[in-house]
């Protein structure tokens, strides 16, 4: 079983900047797929990005240039790293891995990019 705990979530002016963490229980190494999705208020749950254990990377359109992922694997923690945050960016966002068949989410961080 994998535990997933994001953190980092809150209230942001737009063109400000914020990091999101995810800590695992478990050993990030051994995770195929490590990513962070986003859910606003009434509409469905969209990939923002994603990073293979080999270090490839993916990033949604709307995000690119703007959003980093990254990961500590001594940290078992799966970082994403925000900046000219827009009022659009406002969401629930979630952690995910895909680990031993199966995918795992953590329960989400509020983000709210608003003056």
């Known amino acids: 079983q994998v535990q997933l705990v994001e953190s980092g979530g809150g209230l942001v002016q737009p063109g400000g900047s914020l990091g999101l963490s995810c800590a695992a229980s478990?050993?990030?190494?051994?995770?195929?797929?490590m990513g962070w999705y986003r859910q606003a208020s009434g509409k469905s749950r969209e990939l923002v990005a994603k990073?293979?254990?080999?270090?490839?990377?993916y990033y949604v359109d709307s995000v690119k240039g703007r959003f980093t992922i990254s990961r500590d694997n001594a940290k078992n923690t799966v970082y994403l790293q925000m900046s000219s945050l827009k009022p659009e960016d406002t969401a629930v966002y979630f952690c995910?891995?895909?680990?031993?068949?199966?995918?795992?989410w953590g329960q989400g961080t509020q983000v709210t990019v608003s003056s």
């Open positions: 995910n891995v895909y680990w031993s068949g199966r995918s795992y």
């Open positions: 990073m293979g254990s080999g270090g490839s990377t």
């Open positions: 478990g050993s990030i190494l051994s995770m195929e797929v």
